[in-house]
Structure formats: structure tokens, C-alpha cells
């Protein structure tokens, strides 16, 4: 990329920033050079009941790391997140809730649902749920999804919100590897006008899972839905008849707090380990300086429940600081695609939090459906989940943000729990397309191919030299391979998976991910459990699935796939494919692109060569590169002979 224009820092932020940039440079010195003593500054934030004494036990140790921050203080999330904010604000607005129909709205106060976060903890404790089990979350964007995660932490259990657009099998996965005792679950969601039909879904999980001891419907839509006697419970009844005050538990600083699931480079979803003291320091401050939060301020974060974004920067960031935030369960483009901006002007947002696939969409509708509304309230924008595109980044600045608002542009993973590079908006300048600059307390290496690290200018690996306290502590039933993933390849460094670039300034851009891991929507999917979920399929040989770039998904899912000798190529059998795809993980994983390969390129050990198909499927026939290891190249002839002429007529799905 070449120069990118410079967006220097509106008058309007600079004027009450919160960090402004003499404050981030003393700030990010201090906190690399003394680690220690800014981050126990920052723990300040938190109520502690028992204070730490201990701020930072870490190394990256390529066999056996360290990851422990505050470790002998103990708290309670649910406290923090709720109790504290009591005194100043019960009666004042805690969430704007909209449901997916625009006449459906609440409002519910901090009072209201401290009320719901402690009778529902009673309610798990009643059904035998203690610390450190396991409880699953299936749910629509709905206030109850907050009062089921308080919930759990307030008695020390560990949530797991499984996204709701997930299959029956996924969730089951899910369900399984994490050993859940109860599963919170909805009667139906709503989304787009359609039903999703949660509890059926649910049932075909629990129907095999033997640690499930009780399910807990929440009645969301009303409709009527099968009940287990002795197993299924309405959510309503339940919390009504419970006791209004559960005494939080005494929960130690690395003691887990939840577990959320990521697709990886293998067919199994890892469940990643998030633990308490660390986690919610680094949430609630990094989320209030990201947004340069103020007192009063409406925030709104679009992304689902099921994602890691939800829970830092919608859920725990706005309740760890006492911030009013929008939740809405449905989608951009319905009833219509002014549907986000009108909620905007109902509520008077003033922080906005999207994906770049979501501004891609809405901006392939013309700037009319936003001109139709009152956007003057919003302040700061901001992107997660991929690298945004130069494009969609000036449309989001110009028409979303009315050319006035920065865009917070936040790198950062599951695996890390809170942001490492941002451009903070009170302090560093917008280039479109960059993440820009190291979060206080980070430390970003750049690696070439051999581990060599890179000085200045350069791109490579995406590393990072020491930990973070939100960084995950582990893959829940496999440390070993939370190990091997991400600090054995360059030691002494956590390997992101991710390759980016260093510009003269010091600024990163992130350009995407350089392992087996797609990115669709913001979503990551694993190209390998995409790849068994095809093969599954009784007519199907085998398959490679890679990435290629899509206008809106940013990348889409294509897959080659080799049918049995004795099976005829046909439409019908695409169909089935992608049905398949939809039942074993989700629509999200649906294949955009499914191209019929009577054998896949090979090396002579029998690897298959995704280089040449990622290549091909980008409709980029020259410079395979090094093809000398190809068993047989006639293979990638056939292949690249057919993507061509597939590439004349779409072949839509
Ligand atoms: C927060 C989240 C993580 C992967 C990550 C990247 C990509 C996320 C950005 C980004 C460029 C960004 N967690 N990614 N944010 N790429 N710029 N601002 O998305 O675990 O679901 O995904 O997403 O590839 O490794 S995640």
C-alpha cells in the first residue's frame, strides 16, 4: 500500500480525550518499561476483595509458559460488573434493548437487572450448579444473555455462549467437550422476520449428552415448544419464586471466568480459557479508553453474543464502567437497510462498534437509507473482525461518521481477550486500514518465515514479545496444544496466527491470517473442520477448502471437492453439500463456491498444496510458485481449466 492519507484527530475528541497523545506516549513507556507498576495502577479500577500483592508472573517460554496476573487477589466479576454501579444509577437505564421486530423494545435499569442477575444465580445454585462447573449458553441477543453470564460468575460457574446461529451438532460439540451440567436456552429467536428455532435446536444437542442435568428456556417468542418433564424449566417460573440476594462468591484471580470456542487449524473448535482479575482490568479500562467513554454516553456494539467481541467490549467493557449500551437481536437490511441507522437516531448512539463485512453490505445500498436519519449524536466508529478495506473504511468515515468521528480500528483475537493494537482515538491519527499502534503494556514483534525478528519497516509474522492481562491462560482438556499453537513456532513469542506490516511511522496493518483459518463476515472458520464436514457426505472422496476473496464476506468459503469414482457430478449433490455444512456447523460455514476436482494437487508425501488451490480459486492462474514438489502436475491443469471456465458464469449456491 502506498501513502495512505492521514486523518488528524477531530477537534471535538482531541478537546476531552481521554488519552490524548503526550498521555499515550508516557503512558505506553511506562508501561513497557515498568509493566509492573502500570498495570497495579490500572487493577485500581477493579474492586478487589482480597488485594494482590503479585501484579505479573509471565513468560513466553516456547514449552511451558506462564500466563498469571494478580494472581493471589481475589473479586467477584458480577459485583464489579453490577453491585458497584448501584448506589449512583438503579433506576437509570443499564441496557436499550430492540428485538428483531422494531415495536419490540425494553428498557432495563442496573436495579432491574442486579434483581434478575441474583434470583437467576439462586436458581443455578437450586439446580446444583457450583464453582467451576460448566454452564452453556445458547441465546438470542437478548437482556436475558447478560443476567445468565452474571449470573454464573457471580457463583463462580463458567459460562460458555455458544453462538445462536450454530447447529444442533455444533452446539452438541460444544456441550460435550466443555462436560456443561445446564444449558440456558431460548424457545425461539428471531432474526430477520424468521424464527430460529433454539429449543429444538437444543433438544437435538441434550439428546446425547449425558452431563446435561437441566435446560432453562427462556420464553422469548411465546411459541410453543416440547418439554422434558423433570429436565426443562421456563426461566420465568424459576426466577420468580427465588430468593432476591445471592451473596457473590469469593472467586480467585485465576480462576477461570469463561470458556468461549474458536474454530483453529485442526477439524476440533478450541475452548479457550479466559480467567477473572486479569481479564476484567484489562476489559474495563482498555474498553473505556478504545471509545473515549464519558459519563452518559449511549454505546452500541453489533456483534452477537457468541463472539469474543461481545464479551469484552459489549457485555463486560460497558458493565465494568456503569455504561448505557444498545442491544439489538436482528439484522441491518430488516424490516429495511436503514434499520442500524435508525436506531442510532432512536437512542442517540454515540459510540458505534461494526464489522467491516456489515459497512461493506449496507454500503452496497447507496448512502440514501443513512442520509434518511439523524446521526449527529455519534462521536467515535468502530471496526473489528478483519482488516478493513480502504473503501469501506472512507464510506463508514464519510457517510456513517459524517466525516467528524475516528475510526477505532481494533486489532485483536479470541485467544488475546482484549485489544493489543489500536489507533486510540484521542491520540493517534486514522490511516484507513491500519490498526495502528500498540495498546499500553503490548509488545508487537515482527517475524520473518525463519523467526528472524524484523526491525522498521517491514512484514511478517504477527507476534508479541510479553503477555497481557485479558490473554487467554489456556485450550480448556488440551494445554498442550494451546502451547504448540501459539508459542512454540517463534520462541519466545505468542504467534497470532496473523501476517501484517510495520509502515515508516510505526503504524501495523494487519493483512489476514497466514494459517489453515478463514475469515468469513468476521467469523473465523477452520478450513480442516470445514473440509471433514463436506467429506462426510457419503458421495464425497475428499476435499480442500480455502479461502478467496468475497465483496462483502471479505473472504468466502471455496471448496474443491472430489466425488467417488462410481458418482456422477450433478447439481442436486452441491445442494446436499452445502445442506450438510449447514446442519454440522451452521449456515456461516455455507460454501460459497463449490468446484468438482477429479483429483486435488499433491506433494509427493500426499500433502495437499492449498498454495495452488488458494491461488486458483482467486481466479490467479500464473506464478504457483515453486511446483517442483507437485506428484502430478496435469492435476492443477485440470484444475485451474475449470475454475476458468466456471468464472464465465457464477455459479450461485
Ligand atoms: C476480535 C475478533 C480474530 C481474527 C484475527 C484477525 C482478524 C480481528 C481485526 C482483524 C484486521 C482488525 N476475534 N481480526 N480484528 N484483522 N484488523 N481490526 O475478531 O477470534 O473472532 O478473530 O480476526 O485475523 O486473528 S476472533
Redesign the pocket.
Known amino acids: 500500500m502506498s501513502n495512505p492519507e492521514v486523518f488528524p484527530i477531530p477537534e471535538h475528541v482531541a478537546d476531552n480525550a481521554n488519552i490524548d497523545l503526550a498521555s499515550y506516549e508516557a503512558l505506553y513507556r511506562l508501561s513497557i518499561d515498568d509493566p509492573e507498576g502500570f498495570w497495579k495502577e490500572e487493577a485500581k479500577s477493579i474492586d478487589w476483595i482480597q488485594p494482590f500483592k503479585i501484579v505479573k508472573e509471565t513468560n513466553f517460554n516456547p514449552v511451558n509458559p506462564t500466563i498469571r496476573w494478580f494472581a493471589d487477589g481475589t473479586l467477584n466479576a458480577s459485583v464489579n460488573c453490577i453491585d458497584r454501579h448501584l448506589t449512583a444509577k438503579a433506576n437509570k437505564p443499564a441496557i436499550y434493548w430492540q428485538g428483531d421486530a422494531p415495536q419490540e423494545s425494553r428498557t432495563v435499569t442496573w436495579g432491574e437487572l442486579a434483581d434478575q442477575i441474583n434470583r437467576f444465580a439462586n436458581v443455578l445454585k437450586d439446580l446444583g450448579v457450583q464453582k467451576g462447573d460448566v454452564v452453556t449458553i445458547y441465546l438470542p441477543v437478548i437482556p436475558e444473555v447478560i443476567v445468565a453470564m452474571m449470573a454464573c460468575v457471580r457463583i463462580g460457574a463458567i459460562h460458555s455462549v455458544v453462538f445462536s446461529g450454530f447447529s444442533a451438532e455444533a452446539l452438541a460439540n460444544r456441550i460435550n467437550d466443555a462436560g456443561a451440567k445446564i444449558l440456558i436456552t431460548a424457545d425461539e429467536g428471531r432474526r430477520g422476520g424468521r424464527v430460529v428455532p433454539l429449543k429444538r435446536n437444543a433438544d437435538a444437542a441434550v439428546e446425547h449428552q449425558p452431563t446435561i442435568t437441566d435446560v432453562v428456556v427462556i420464553r422469548r417468542t411465546g411459541a410453543s415448544v416440547p418439554f422434558t418433564m423433570g429436565r426443562d424449566h421456563w426461566f420465568d417460573e424459576l426466577i420468580t419464586q427465588a430468593n432476591p440476594w445471592c451473596e457473590p462468591a469469593v472467586i480467585g484471580a485465576e480462576d477461570p471466568l469463561f470458556i468461549l470456542y474458536?474454530s483453529g487449524s485442526t477439524g476440533k473448535p478450541k475452548g479457550l480459557v479466559h480467567t477473572t482479575g486479569g481479564y476484567l482490568v484489562h476489559t474495563g479500562t482498555s474498553w473505556r479508553n478504545i471509545f473515549n467513554w464519558h459519563e452518559g454516553d449511549v454505546f452500541w456494539c453489533t456483534a452477537d453474543v457468541g463472539?469474543?467481541?461481545a464479551h469484552t467490549y459489549k457485555i463486560y467493557g460497558p458493565l465494568l464502567n456503569g455504561a448505557t449500551s444498545v442491544l439489538f437481536e436482528g439484522i441491518p437490511t430488516w424490516p429495511d437497510t436503514s434499520r442500524w441507522w435508525s436506531i442510532i437516531e432512536q437512542y442517540k448512539v454515540n459510540i458505534f462498534y461494526t464489522a467491516p463485512t456489515a459497512i461493506r453490505s449496507l454500503m452496497r445500498e447507496g448512502e440514501a437509507p443513512v442520509r434518511q436519519h439523524d446521526l449527529s449524536s455519534l462521536r467515535i466508529l468502530g471496526?473489528?473482525?478483519?482488516?478493513?478495506n480502504p473503501e469501506a473504511w472512507h464510506w463508514y468515515h464519510r457517510v456513517v461518521g459524517g466525516g467528524r468521528c475516528p475510526i477505532v480500528?481494533?486489532?485483536?483475537?479470541?485467544?488475546t481477550g482484549a485489544v493489543l493494537l489500536v489507533p486510540l482515538p484521542g491520540a493517534i491519527p486514522n490511516k484507513p486500514g491500519y490498526?495502528a499502534k500498540p495498546y499500553f503494556g503490548i509488545r508487537p514483534v515482527l517475524t520473518n518465515s525463519q523467526g528472524t525478528v524484523l526491525e522498521g519497516q517491514a512484514e511478517g509474522n504477527m507476534c508479541f514479545a510479553d503477555s497481557w492481562p485479558a490473554q487467554a491462560r489456556t485450550i480448556l482438556h488440551d494445554h498442550e496444544r494451546f502451547v504448540r499453537t501459539y508459542f512454540s513456532q517463534f520462541p519466545g513469542y505468542f504467534f497470532?496466527?496473523?501476517g501484517a506490516s510495520r509502515d515508516h511511522e510505526g503504524y501495523y496493518r494487519?493483512s489476514?491470517?497466514v494459517d489453515d483459518v478463514i475469515?468469513v463476515s468476521?467469523?473465523?472458520l477452520g478450513t480442516v473442520e470445514l473440509e471433514s464436514a463436506i467429506s462426510s457426505h457419503p458421495a464425497v472422496a475428499e476435499a480442500a477448502v480455502v479461502g478467496y476473496p468475497h465483496e462483502i464476506k471479505g473472504q468466502g468459503v471455496f471448496a474443491f471437492v472430489t466425488l467417488k469414482a462410481t458418482v456422477e457430478e450433478n447439481e442436486a449433490l452441491r445442494h446436499e453439500i452445502v445442506n450438510l455444512v449447514r446442519s454440522r456447523i451452521g449456515p456461516i460455514a455455507s460454501p460459497d463456491q463449490i468446484q468438482w476436482a477429479p483429483a486435488l494437487p499433491k506433494n509427493r508425501a500426499g500433502k495437499i498444496l492449498r498454495r495452488i488451490l488458494t491461488r486458483v480459486a482467486a481466479n490467479e492462474f500464473e506464478n504457483f510458485g515453486d511446483t517442483s514438489t507437485v506428484a502430478d502436475p496435469a492435476v492443477i491443469d485440470e484444475i485451474v481449466r475449470r475454475r476458468r471456465q466456471s468464472s464465465h458464469h457464477t455459479v450461485a449456491l
Open positions: 474458536t463472539w469474543v467481541t471496526s473489528v473482525g478483519e482488516p478493513i480500528d481494533t486489532y485483536w483475537q479470541t485467544e490498526a497470532t496466527g496473523d494487519i489476514g491470517r475469515n468476521g467469523h473465523r
